[in-house]
């Protein structure tokens, strides 16, 4: 047994009392930890009736004191709440829920909009109206028969063919009347168009006097013409002047007055009446 000294022995209790000591002292203050709130029984009854305390996000719950002080209870975890004076209410704590005290009026409910049954409609976007001047198309003046004029007309296929006298776009009583007759058919025809070939007599070197005599022969017999109801749009003048090999037996002193489609025949028709 080995053998130990007296002073040794002391030096080595002495610690051991040292390490006792501190580990008492470091204990004693976590298992003495409680918190205690102390209440006054005339406070409470000066508060009122009780409010609905705010929830804490931790399970906890806070009230708010007239006085601006907050109150806080254990949480549900068993750990100890805060209490006594806070610096901020309920209603700043974050997650908190103070309740709701005002309650709305009858009038006031009453002026609130109504709620809709259903979505409205989609919106319906309408073209802008555009008001365009209409033009109408001046009538040339009236074709007025020429009892003087001598000149004749003839049916061919799919029209009129009208003889004028040398130079002249004279029409006479029959020939008006045999072109009134063609615009009364060509009334009954709506998708058909009119074709005016006119003719004039003049020399081969001077292409434009023949010409000229064609057009206005072709644009009187286009005067009677809209007077009987047919549409300008219709009708087509072309101022040939001297015949050539489309003129189909026509001479230079006649205008054909056909439906869109036919052409002429060459064979010389009856006489219109």
Known sequence: MRYISPPFRRRSLRGLIVLGA??????????GAHAQVTTSRNALDA????????????GGSMSASPTGTTTSSTAGNGNPAVGGTGDRAAGDIPGSHAPAT???????????PPVAARPPDNPVLRPPELHVPLHPFPMP???????????RAERIAGGTRLHFAPQSAEMNSRMIAALQTFATVMQKLPDQHISIAAYGE?????PSTPRRIALSRGLAARSVLLHAGIAPTRIYVRAVGLPDENAHGA????????RSGVVASNT???PSR
Request: glycine share 10%; hydrophobic share 45%; proline share 12%.
């Open 22 to 31: 501190a580990a008492v002292g470091l204990s004693a203050p976590i298992a």
């Open 47 to 58: 508060l009122g009736a009780p409010r609905r305390p705010a929830m804490l996000p931790d």
């Open 102 to 112: 005002a309650i709305a009026s009858p009038a006031a409910i009453a002026s609130l």
């Open 141 to 151: 003046p009236e074709v007025k028969a020429d009892p003087q004029a001598r000149g």
């Open 202 to 206: 003049g020399r081969a070197d001077d």
């Open 251 to 258: 001479g230079t002193d006649c205008i054909d007055v056909t």
């Open 268 to 270: 010389t028709g009856s």
